[in-house]
């Protein structure tokens, strides 16, 4: 009875083994079997094919396919799984016969005898290297996505059911945050107004199903300080190019496109009343010259309202003058000029009217006087331009004050600010379009004209206006050094 006891133990042995044989040989991984001190016990035809020995050279070393560096830290946790500890696996770097190496994904278990004492460990290994490899270009090509979309100089935000996920420096100063982490974790809605929530979340919800680059949108865009811009946008869907799904919606500022455009179109419009108004001056100038040498003689006879005729004539005639300058300006010759001095003609000048309209010029003046270089006639044009008007605003009376800064030795600043009914914000950047006029009878040709003398003397002319407090006009001309 032992006897056959015996016989069927050791049968189940060899059955036992050859399924463990069989196992191990079958299967895909590399199979290595060591002791508690690391010595190879057996391995499997995956690892001789893996690590490049055979069998009979590996059996009775210790740990041959560690690194001699790593021999210690996996006896050690060696050590820690017999004492029970979990081990969930690892990745890590393996040797081949000849010393190169490749990235492992390791697997321990212990092997326990009858009573539960562990007396070996199988280690399962599987080759890893081509997935490494993946890896590493993957996270290269992120890296490189991310430099790139960093240094782009057009504004990019990455973003995911509407959270920003990313933002570049040209997107983050765009928005109006001080750093990317002003504007990542916000919503991307919140920098548009609600109107527009519904073509965009169209346009986010086409990209994403038919994988298309959408078309440049203009819209409104509202900055973290609620200054709004005027932008484009198109958007992209990248499936994984920051380890999840996302859309990339480029935004461009129009503000200096919009700026060109319209210069172009007021070029346009100006070219246009130019090549008129020649062709108008030059058919009223002759008459023009006719009617006044008539009426000069009829002056010589005492004949009553020549003065008046004439007075109005040369009204016409200062209007045509206006004409011309839009059709060609003169070339002029700069001299150097006291702006103080061009000033206080021009309220002389303008005294008379001012009493008529019960308004009072008064002339502050800031800094040094320096001179300027200009044609005195045509400063002192665009002064008398903007005082006329000032006077006219205020129906009622009040003051009309002329200031005179120098705010550096390249700069001199004139301001004309009258206490008038102001100018509401959405008509300012109308001001200076030919033919438009906040006066019921004004053709808008004298602020243009201002304009263009101010342009053609490399200075800026600026509106600011309160509704209700008045108005300002600033002049910033140029210095002599």
Request: net charge negative; with cysteine.
């Given at each position: 009875?032992?006897?056959?006891?015996?016989?069927?133990?050791?049968?189940?042995?060899?059955?036992?083994?050859?399924?463990?044989?069989?196992f191990?040989?079958?299967t895909s991984?590399?199979?290595?079997?060591?002791?508690?001190?690391?010595?190879?016990?057996?391995?499997?035809?995956k690892?001789?094919e893996?690590?490049?020995?055979?069998?009979?050279?590996?059996?009775?070393?210790?740990?041959?396919?560690t690194?001699?560096?790593?021999?210690?830290?996996?006896?050690?946790?060696?050590?820690?799984?017999?004492?029970?500890?979990p081990?969930a696996?690892?990745?890590?770097?393996?040797?081949?016969n000849?010393?190169?190496?490749?990235?492992?994904?390791?697997?321990?278990?212990?092997?326990k005898?009858?009573?539960?004492?562990?007396?070996?460990?199988?280690?399962?290994?599987?080759?890893?290297?081509?997935?490494?490899?993946?890896?590493?270009?993957?996270?290269?090509?992120?890296?490189q996505?991310?430099?790139?979309?960093?240094?782009?100089?057009?504004?990019?935000?990455?973003?995911?059911?509407?959270?920003?996920?990313f933002?570049?420096?040209?997107?983050?100063?765009?928005?109006?945050?001080?750093?990317?982490?002003d504007?990542?974790?916000?919503?991307?809605?919140e920098?548009?107004?609600?109107?527009?929530?519904?073509?965009?979340?169209?346009?986010?919800?086409?990209?994403?199903?038919?994988?298309?680059?959408?078309?440049?949108?203009?819209?409104?865009?509202?900055?973290?300080?609620?200054?709004?811009l005027?932008?484009?946008?198109?958007?992209?869907?990248?499936h994984?190019?920051?380890?999840?799904?996302?859309?990339?919606?480029v935004?461009?500022?129009?503000?200096?496109r919009?700026?060109?455009?319209?210069?172009?179109?007021?070029?346009?419009?100006?070219?246009?009343?130019?090549?008129?108004?020649?062709?108008?001056?030059h058919?009223?100038?002759?008459?023009?010259?006719?009617?006044?040498?008539f009426?000069q003689?009829?002056r010589?006879?005492?004949?009553?309202?020549?003065?008046?005729?004439?007075?109005?004539?040369?009204?016409?005639?200062?209007?045509?003058?206006e004409?011309?300058?839009?059709?060609k300006?003169?070339?002029?010759?700069?001299?150097?000029?006291?702006l103080?001095?061009?000033?206080?003609?021009?309220?002389?000048?303008?005294?008379?009217?001012?009493?008529?309209?019960?308004?009072?010029?008064?002339?502050?003046?800031?800094?040094v006087?320096?001179?300027?270089?200009?044609?005195?006639?045509?400063?002192k044009?665009?002064?008398?331009?903007?005082?006329?008007?000032?006077?006219?605003?205020?129906?009622?009376?009040?003051?009309?004050?002329?200031?005179?800064?120098?705010?550096?030795?390249?700069?001199?600043?004139?301001?004309?600010?009258?206490?008038?009914?102001?100018?509401p914000?959405?008509?300012?950047?109308?001001?200076?379009?030919?033919?438009?006029s906040?006066?019921?009878?004004?053709?808008?040709l004298?602020?243009?004209?201002?304009?263009?003398?101010?342009?053609?003397?490399?200075?800026?002319?600026?509106?600011?206006?309160?509704?209700?407090?008045?108005?300002?006009?600033?002049?910033e001309?140029?210095?002599?050094?």
């Open positions: 009875m032992d006897l056959q006891l015996t016989r069927d133990e050791t049968i189940s042995l060899l059955r036992t083994k050859q399924l463990m044989d069989s191990m040989n079958l991984d590399s199979i290595v079997v060591v002791n508690l001190d690391g010595t190879v016990l057996d391995v499997n035809r690892f001789e893996l690590h490049g020995w055979a069998k009979e050279e590996v059996i009775g070393k210790v740990l041959p396919m690194p001699e560096d790593q021999k210690e830290e996996v006896l050690r946790l060696y050590k820690r799984i017999a004492e029970g500890e081990y696996g690892v990745e890590t770097i393996k040797l081949r000849g010393g190169s190496t490749f990235y492992a994904s390791v697997t321990i278990s212990p092997i005898d009858e009573r539960g004492n562990v007396v070996a460990f199988v280690g399962v290994e599987r080759d890893i290297t081509d997935r490494k490899r993946a890896e590493s270009r993957l996270m290269e090509r992120e890296r996505f991310r430099r790139v979309l960093k240094l782009s100089p057009e504004a990019i935000v990455l973003h995911r059911d509407g959270i920003i996920h933002v570049n420096d040209a997107g983050y100063k765009l928005l109006g945050g001080s750093c990317s982490e504007i990542m974790g916000r919503s991307l809605m920098f548009f107004d609600t109107s527009d929530f519904p073509v965009l979340q169209d346009r986010f919800n086409h990209i994403v199903q038919s994988d298309e680059c959408s078309e440049f949108l203009e819209i409104k865009l509202k900055r973290i300080d609620d200054t709004v005027d932008v484009e946008v198109s958007s992209i869907y990248v994984k190019q920051m380890g999840f799904p996302l859309i990339q919606t935004i461009r500022d129009m503000t200096d919009k700026k060109e455009e319209e210069w172009v179109r007021r070029s346009e419009k100006l070219s246009i009343i130019g090549q008129l108004a020649a062709g108008v001056a058919e009223i100038r002759n008459p023009l010259t006719s009617l006044k040498g009426i003689l009829l010589a006879k005492d004949t009553p309202y020549t003065e008046i005729m004439l007075e109005e004539l040369d009204r016409i005639n200062s209007i045509v003058n004409f011309m300058t839009i059709a300006p003169h070339a002029v010759t700069y001299s150097a000029c006291n103080q001095s061009l000033l206080d003609s021009v309220i002389k000048f303008m005294q008379p009217q001012a009493m008529l309209y019960n308004v009072d010029i008064q002339l502050e003046t800031k800094g006087a320096r001179l300027i270089p200009c044609e005195p006639n045509q400063i044009q665009v002064v008398i331009n903007l005082v006329k008007n000032a006077i006219e605003a205020m129906l009622s009376g009040g003051i009309v004050t002329i200031s005179l800064e120098v705010v550096s030795d390249e700069r001199a600043v004139i301001r004309v600010a009258d206490q008038g009914a102001g100018i914000e959405d008509k300012l950047p109308q001001l200076g379009e030919p033919f438009y906040t006066k019921s009878t004004g053709t808008g004298g602020l243009m004209v201002c304009q263009r003398i101010v342009e053609a003397h490399k200075g800026n002319i600026s509106i600011a206006s309160t509704v209700g407090q008045g108005t300002t006009v600033t002049i001309l140029p210095c002599y050094r």
